[in-house]
């Protein structure tokens, strides 16, 4: 479990002083010893820092969804109108989004402890504001900073990345993603349960402690792990994000494909809570509610799924994951309105499939640019966004007006698109390869890691001389994803962000 990080990506520059690491944070509070950086011993990314993430990324992300169940308690309590009430989730996603494009690609610029301990702590202050307030518009108003400062969970996960080591990055990826959709089906229920017997303000009190347990913790366990590319500045950072939005294919299909499986997920539990309220189910708001707790067997399986893509190069689990939600909506659709059973079957499935693309997808995108994962990781996650309102507004819409297998068929559709876009760009494509296959079909990792060792033993050329060390970095076939890095594709903007400074 005592793993190191991946000096082969992040290397320290020759004129770097790493002999004092930082002590403090904010300039105040001391660091603990064990959590300052330093490159002769690295951190270890253990059971315990895995559990931690996981928990920071569930009762953080749970901010953006307590409200939800609670519309109706807030609209009696403040006397306002539902159509005024709509709002507060409105507004929260819209935050969130801001916080997604402006503050997680700090995460390329600063140092991720201070960054995830500001963002907490200002979460925990704006949540004290909802608890006690008793006006609806400081209400609506802390809600959208709450959204702001909720991506917390977005920095942690390229943090993961970085922290693991190569050979078992999916599985850090993957612990994070599991702590992402426990937390919006953990809010839901909480949230809805608390309100049937007390007041909906308990539902903040309880938030504030857990986020209160995450900032502790954080201090306690969150290795000072040090910034990368101070040679960049805040405006440098967002305009290299709309670079990669047009000069990325893995960027672009990850996001492509995204959009399409976070339509088909929103849509699938939005319209959910139609079908089992109507016919032939009449099923209770509470236990609705409850329904979301099956939706957990899938998540709990998280890690187990990272494992196995570790063992795979990424497309290949991507495949997998998008041939798993097409067999399960299927099921959704031959009898999602007849019988719970497959409903069931289907909500299990679908948060299991969708979890192993996800994670597989951020795995493959990960191994773009190491220097610029909460860049990548934040474009990616805004697709992701995108697809949640337009499955959100669009399937809501196609099963009221047709009904639920019409619904479900929309979703069956999403799915299909998603594995046709997976399908356009095969497993060893070079890095700026848009479309085609190349480099053959092998799935296995280690078996395309000793291809490559026994490459490296015997280089040839035309003139029989072996190739120098820049031609060979230039030539690389990336372990982890299995993706041709082909000479020349490194542009001056990549060699720039490249330069880490490992002391601030």
């Not at 300039?27 to 950086?37: D, F, M, N, Q, W």
Request: overall charge neutral; some cysteine.
């Amino acid at each position: 479990m005592a793993e190191t990080l991946d000096h082969e990506r992040l290397k320290t520059p020759e004129n770097t002083d790493t002999s004092r690491p930082r002590k403090t944070d904010f300039g105040l509070i001391p660091i603990p010893k064990r959590l300052r950086y330093d490159p002769e011993r690295p951190f270890h990314f253990g059971i315990v820092l895995q559990i931690a993430f996981g928990f920071a990324s569930t009762f953080t992300v749970a901010n953006l969804y307590y409200c939800q169940p609670l519309l109706i308690e807030l609209s009696k309590s403040f006397d306002v109108s539902y159509s005024r009430i709509s709002n507060v989730p409105t507004l929260i996603q819209a935050g969130y989004a801001v916080g997604l494009l402006f503050l997680s690609p700090l995460g390329d610029l600063v140092r991720r402890r201070q960054l995830i301990l500001a963002l907490v702590i200002l979460s925990t202050a704006f949540t004290i504001g909802l608890a006690v307030t008793n006006s609806i518009e400081v209400f609506i108003a802390l809600s959208f900073l709450v959204g702001v400062v909720t991506v917390t969970p977005q920095v942690l996960l390229p943090l993961a990345a970085d922290l693991a080591p190569a050979e078992k990055r999916a599985s850090a990826i993957s612990v994070v993603f599991a702590g992402l959709l426990l937390g919006v089906l953990v809010a839901r229920v909480i949230a809805g349960i608390i309100a049937q017997y007390v007041t909906w303000r308990v539902v903040y009190y309880l938030s504030i402690g857990l986020q209160a347990i995450v900032i502790i913790g954080s201090y306690l366990l969150l290795p000072d792990y040090p910034a990368k590319n101070l040679n960049l500045t805040y405006f440098d950072i967002l305009w290299s994000m709309a670079k990669y939005c047009v000069t990325e294919p893995i960027l672009i299909q990850a996001c492509l494909v995204n959009i399409a499986s976070s339509a088909l997920f929103s849509s699938f539990w939005v319209t959910l809570t139609f079908l089992l309220g109507g016919e032939p189910y009449h099923y209770s708001t509470l236990t609705i509610g409850l329904f979301g707790l099956i939706g957990i067997c899938g998540v709990a399986m998280g890690p187990l799924i990272g494992r196995i893509i570790d063992k795979l190069i990424p497309w290949y689990a991507s495949i997998i994951g998008s041939m798993g939600v097409i067999l399960f909506m299927t099921v959704q659709v031959i009898g999602g309105g007849l019988h719970i059973s497959a409903v069931i079957i289907t909500t299990v499935g679908l948060d299991l499939f969708r979890q192993t693309l996800q994670t597989s997808l951020s795995t493959n995108l990960f191994s773009i640019a190491p220097e610029a994962r909460a860049r990548l990781n934040a474009v990616n996650i805004l697709a992701i966004f995108v697809g949640q309102v337009m499955g959100t507004s669009v399937g809501t819409k196609v099963f009221i007006e047709h009904g639920w297998r019409a619904g479900a068929g929309l979703q069956l559709a999403l799915a299909g698109w998603s594995l046709l876009v997976l399908l356009l760009r095969g497993p060893h494509c070079g890095r700026y390869t848009w479309f085609g296959y190349e480099g053959g079909i092998e799935a296995r990792k280690s078996v395309v890691e000793a291809r490559k060792r026994a490459a490296s033993s015997s280089p040839e050329d035309s003139n029989d001389k072996p190739e120098s060390p820049r031609e060979k970095n230039e030539n690389d076939l990336d372990f982890e994803t299995g993706n041709t890095t082909r000479r020349g594709s490194t542009n001056e903007d990549e060699k720039e962000s490249q330069k880490v400074d490992l002391t601030k």
